[in-house]
């Protein structure tokens, strides 16, 4: 069916998590991709949910003036991408709306005063920016004989695509360029696609059986766009160099990273008490190789990285002797024993009341497990960062009902421009130190009244 889909409210003209508008004119809502808030589009329904329908754009009536041309041409058809067709401004802001959303009306969370959800750390950078693109292809269905000599003498294409999921299926779309992938990726792109054409071709010529599989392109000053999984490459964030392979996880996002950790270390160097004193000690949760903890290793007197993988431990020691940095210490925990293991190593000097715990645990968040020992442990100040806000709110909302703790500042990031993927970091103090804080700043002033008074 085709449908008029005008969204006339704050409720209705939402983007969702999933980066589509949800237009209603009653209950029921029809998710709607690629549109702006306050346009009119027909569209067709093409799906429909227990609770809400999906739709695709026939022609859009009334174009918001903020619509932009996309850059890339598969743009709608290709997965990747779900905000081309809107300003930075634009996307950014329903981003921070997003993060806002999800923590007050989803999760009914309360804020310290004066706490809002702050516009999100970013740069200029809306394309050419993401170091890392991993296109997939199938498994090839073409025929051996097919695959040997067209009727023109040309060789026929083994690898139908090599590219990304499309947006409405799992088919691989064909991309033989990527607006959000660096200059040097695009480059390199063609002559690597090439290449896996080339060894599809060959195996079914010598009569094997080729594979489906996924292409790496990484792309560093130090090393160019490399293609080897295992080979090691560099990276310098803020004067720290990490060496780890190519096909490991390193944050994508050259430009934003650094203000991230910056963002990250300033929460956790921000003063604890009222006389300005700040944590000596940093713990780094979920510290995979380092990145927090190293960054951060010149502002503390002593910090500590703990992960559950050993290949990331193993990577964050090895990168602090690169570095040569020498307060530093890297455990391997899992999330059952993290806190204890950490006391354990340093003898019990590593107080909470001097601490700040910095967490940035994978998509599915942090369990109660974690949460608990965590609170058991209380540290003086948290500082949560998160690649999936959804999971964060959940677990904020945990550590705000069992902790004596309150958010005191909100503030996404913006490392994946043009999609809908958000960071975003949370800063938890202790609500005693902010009561002592007061304490201490009415008896000043009551102490300078007094001697105003003689």
Same mark, same amino acid.
């Given at each position: 069916?085709?449908?008029?889909?005008?969204?006339?409210?704050?409720?209705?003209?939402?983007?969702?998590?999933?980066?589509?508008?949800? &237009?209603?004119?009653?209950?029921?809502?029809?998710?709607?991709?690629?549109?702006?808030?306050?346009?009119?589009?027909?569209?067709?329904?093409?799906? %429909?949910?227990?609770?809400?329908?999906?739709?695709?754009?026939?022609?859009?009536?009334?174009?918001?003036?903020?619509?932009?041309?996309?850059? =890339?041409? /598969?743009?709608?058809?290709?997965?990747? =991408?779900?905000?081309?067709?809107? +300003?930075?401004?634009?996307?950014?802001?329903?981003?921070?709306?997003?993060?806002?959303?999800?923590?007050?009306?989803?999760?009914?969370?309360?804020?310290?005063?004066?706490?809002?959800?702050?516009?999100?750390?970013?740069?200029?950078?809306?394309?050419?920016?993401?170091?890392?693109?991993?296109?997939?292809?199938?498994?090839?269905?073409?025929?051996? &004989?097919?695959?040997?000599?067209?009727?023109?003498?040309?060789?026929?294409?083994?690898?139908?695509?090599?590219?990304?999921?499309?947006?409405?299926?799992?088919?691989?779309?064909?991309?033989?360029?990527?607006?959000?992938?660096?200059?040097?990726?695009?480059?390199?792109?063609?002559?690597?696609?090439?290449?896996?054409?080339?060894?599809?071709?060959?195996?079914?010529?010598?009569?094997?059986?080729?594979?489906?599989?996924?292409?790496?392109?990484?792309?560093?000053?130090?090393?160019?766009?490399?293609?080897?999984?295992?080979?090691?490459?560099?990276?310098?964030?803020?004067?720290?160099?990490?060496?780890?392979?190519?096909?490991?996880?390193?944050?994508?996002?050259?430009?934003?990273?650094?203000?991230?950790?910056?963002?990250?270390?300033?929460? &956790?160097?921000?003063?604890? +008490?009222? %006389?300005?004193?700040?944590?000596?000690?940093? /713990?780094?949760?979920?510290?995979?190789?380092?990145?927090?903890?190293?960054?951060?290793?010149?502002?503390?007197?002593?910090?500590?990285?703990?992960?559950?993988?050993?290949?990331?431990?193993?990577?964050?020691?090895?990168?602090?002797?690169?570095?040569?940095?020498?307060?530093?210490?890297?455990?391997?925990?899992?999330?059952?024993?993290?806190?204890?293991?950490?006391?354990?190593?340093?003898?019990?000097?590593?107080?909470?009341?001097?601490?700040?715990?910095?967490?940035?645990?994978?998509?599915?968040? =942090?369990?109660?497990?974690?949460?608990?020992?965590?609170?058991?442990?209380?540290?003086?100040?948290?500082?949560?960062?998160?690649?999936?806000?959804?999971?964060?709110?959940?677990?904020?909302?945990?550590?705000?009902?069992?902790?004596?703790?309150?958010?005191?500042?909100?503030?996404?990031?913006?490392?994946?421009?043009?999609?809908?993927?958000?960071? %975003?970091?949370?800063?938890?103090?202790?609500?005693?130190?902010?009561?002592?804080?007061?304490?201490?700043?009415?008896?000043?002033?009551?102490?300078?009244?007094?001697?105003?008074?003689?």
């Amino acid at each position: 069916s085709e449908a008029d889909l005008r969204q006339e409210s704050a409720v209705r003209s939402a983007l969702d998590r999933l980066g589509a508008a949800a &237009a209603s004119e009653t209950q029921w809502v029809v998710q709607v991709p690629m549109v702006i808030p306050g346009e009119t589009v027909l569209a067709r329904i093409y799906r %429909n949910k227990n609770s809400y329908s999906e739709a695709d754009v026939i022609r859009v009536l009334e174009a918001s003036p903020e619509r932009m041309e996309p850059q =890339c041409k /598969l743009f709608g058809a290709c997965g990747g =991408c779900q905000y081309q067709h809107m +300003g930075l401004d634009l996307q950014r802001e329903w981003k921070r709306r997003q993060v806002e959303d999800l923590l007050l009306r989803n999760e009914k969370i309360s804020f310290g005063a004066g706490v809002l959800v702050e516009s999100p750390v970013c740069t200029e950078h809306g394309y050419n920016y993401r170091s890392k693109l991993t296109p997939h292809f199938d498994k090839p269905k073409i025929k051996v &004989a097919e695959a040997e000599k067209s009727g023109e003498g040309e060789r026929v294409k083994v690898l139908r695509a090599i590219g990304f999921k499309e947006r409405t299926s799992q088919n691989i779309l064909d991309v033989e360029e990527c607006p959000i992938a660096t200059v040097g990726i695009n480059a390199a792109l063609p002559g690597v696609r090439q290449a896996a054409e080339d060894e599809a071709y060959q195996r079914y010529i010598d009569s094997s059986k080729p594979k489906g599989g996924t292409l790496l392109l990484r792309d560093t000053p130090a090393d160019g766009v490399v293609t080897k999984h295992m080979q090691l490459v560099s990276e310098t964030v803020r004067g720290v160099t990490f060496k780890f392979r190519a096909g490991d996880f390193f944050q994508n996002n050259p430009f934003v990273l650094p203000l991230m950790i910056d963002h990250v270390i300033q929460e &956790a160097k921000k003063p604890l +008490g009222p %006389n300005g004193e700040g944590a000596r000690y940093f /713990l780094d949760a979920y510290c995979g190789g380092g990145l927090f903890a190293l960054c951060a290793s010149s502002h503390f007197e002593r910090v500590i990285g703990v992960d559950i993988s050993h290949g990331s431990i193993e990577s964050a020691k090895e990168n602090m002797d690169l570095n040569e940095i020498k307060n530093a210490s890297f455990f391997e925990a899992d999330s059952t024993e993290i806190f204890k293991r950490v006391q354990d190593e340093v003898e019990g000097s590593f107080t909470p009341e001097e601490s700040v715990v910095v967490i940035d645990p994978p998509r599915k968040g =942090c369990d109660e497990q974690f949460l608990d020992q965590l609170i058991r442990f209380g540290p003086r100040r948290v500082v949560y960062v998160a690649c999936d806000p959804s999971t964060q709110a959940r677990d904020a909302k945990y550590l705000l009902a069992n902790a004596p703790y309150e958010i005191t500042r909100v503030r996404p990031v913006d490392l994946f421009p043009q999609t809908r993927h958000i960071e %975003n970091v949370i800063t938890f103090d202790r609500k005693e130190q902010k009561q002592e804080q007061k304490q201490e700043q009415e008896q000043e002033q009551e102490q300078e009244q007094e001697q105003e008074q003689e």
